[in-house]
C-alpha cells in the first residue's frame, strides 16, 4: 500500500461516507444520509478498498457488514471524525471567550451523584473551559473511550476498561427502595438473596446496577422477576411507588428521588452493593491541558 495514495483516498467525505455506511448498513441509504450520488458513492467506497488493498465491507442480502479491515478502520475513522469536529467547536468556542472543550462520557450513577458538584467547582476556577458531558451505561463508557469519541469518561468499577487507564473516582453504595408499609421497609439491613421473592423495577438492561442484581440473584440459584425497565433513577422510584415492585439504587440517588416519594431505603448486606467508580482515559500523556486540568480535579487526591 502506497502511503501518498492512501492520504489521497482518507479525504473526509469518504470517511464520512464509510461510517455511514456501516451505520445504515446499506450504501443506498448512507448516500442519501450524505447527500451524495449513489453512484458517486459506490466509485468513493470502491477507490478506497483498493488503496487500502482489502475489502471493508461484506456485501450480503442482509446489509453491509464490516470486515476485519473495516472494523480496524471504522475505530480510526471514528476518532479522526471527533477530533475534526473537536477542533470546530473548540475554534467556535474561542470566538465566544472560551478558552478549553472537554468531552466527557459517564454512567448515570455518577450524573446524579457527583458530577454535578465537581463540575461546579472545577466551573467555579476555569469559567472559560466548556464541559460537553453525555450519559451512557458503563460498557459504552469505555467503548466510547476508545473509539475516541470523548476524553474522559466515568464508569462502574466492575466494567472491563480494556487497555485504557483508569483510576478510582469515588464509592457509592447501592440500596434497596420500597414503599413504606413493606415487609422489608423497617429492616435495617436485608441480604439481596432474601429480596428475591418480590417483582422488581430495574434499570435498563444496560446498565451496571441491572447487570449485578441479575448476577446476585443468578448466584442465589434464582431468576431475578423483573416487572419493567425503565431508564432513570427517578422512573425506579416513581414505578416503586406505583407498587410495581421495588428496585435498587445508589444510596444518594435515593435520598434526591425517593424521600420526597414517601419510600424507604434498605441498606443492603451483600459486598457487591458496595461499589467503585473508574475515571478512564484512553491515555494520560495525549490529553489536552485543559483535559488533564478536568482528569486531575476529578481524580482528587486519590492515588
Known amino acids: 500500500m502506497q502511503l501518498n495514495n492512501l492520504i489521497r483516498r482518507l479525504d473526509l467525505v469518504t470517511l464520512q ?66 477530533n475534526l469536529e473537536k477542533i470546530g467547536l473548540e475554534l467556535g468556542e474561542h470566538l465566544q471567550g472560551v478558552r478549553g472543550y472537554v468531552r466527557m462520557l459517564a454512567n448515570l450513577s455518577a450524573i446524579i451523584q457527583f458530577l454535578p458538584e465537581d463540575l461546579a467547582e472545577f466551573s467555579g476556577h476555569h469559567v472559560q473551559i466548556k464541559v460537553d458531558l453525555e450519559e451512557r451505561p458503563s460498557n459504552g463508557v469505555v467503548q466510547g473511550l476508545l473509539d475516541g469519541v470523548a476524553d474522559l469518561g466515568i464508569c462502574s468499577g466492575d466494567c472491563d476498561t480494556r487497555e485504557l487507564h483508569a483510576v478510582r473516582y469515588t464509592r457509592d453504595q447501592l440500596v434497596l427502595v420500597v414503599r413504606e408499609g413493606h415487609a422489608l421497609a423497617d429492616q435495617p439491613r436485608v441480604a439481596f438473596a432474601d429480596t428475591l421473592e418480590n417483582d422488581f ?32 433513577f427517578d422512573a425506579v422510584c416513581r414505578m416503586v411507588q406505583a407498587d410495581m415492585g421495588v428496585g435498587v439504587l445508589p444510596r444518594k440517588a435515593f435520598e434526591l428521588f425517593g424521600g420526597a416519594l414517601g419510600l424507604r431505603a434498605v441498606a443492603l448486606s451483600d459486598d457487591w452493593a458496595e461499589r467503585e467508580l473508574l475515571l478512564v482515559v484512553r ?21
Open 201 to 232: 423495577v430495574g434499570l435498563h438492561s444496560a446498565s451496571s446496577i441491572n447487570m449485578r442484581t441479575v448476577e446476585a440473584a443468578r448466584r442465589a440459584g434464582k431468576v431475578l422477576r423483573l416487572r419493567i425497565h425503565v431508564p432513570s
Open 283 to 303: 491515555e494520560l500523556e495525549a490529553l489536552s491541558p485543559v483535559s488533564r486540568m478536568l482528569f486531575e480535579h476529578l481524580r482528587g487526591d486519590q492515588d
Open 17 to 82: 461516507l464509510f461510517v455511514a455506511v456501516h451505520e445504515e448498513g446499506s450504501l443506498t441509504r448512507a448516500a442519501a444520509r450524505e447527500s451524495i450520488a449513489l453512484s458517486a458513492a459506490s466509485k468513493r467506497l470502491n477507490e478506497l478498498e483498493s488503496a487500502l488493498g482489502s475489502p471493508l465491507f461484506l456485501r450480503q442480502a442482509r446489509g453491509m457488514q464490516l470486515t476485519p479491515a473495516g472494523e480496524t478502520l471504522l475505530h480510526h475513522a471514528r476518532r479522526m471524525l471527533f
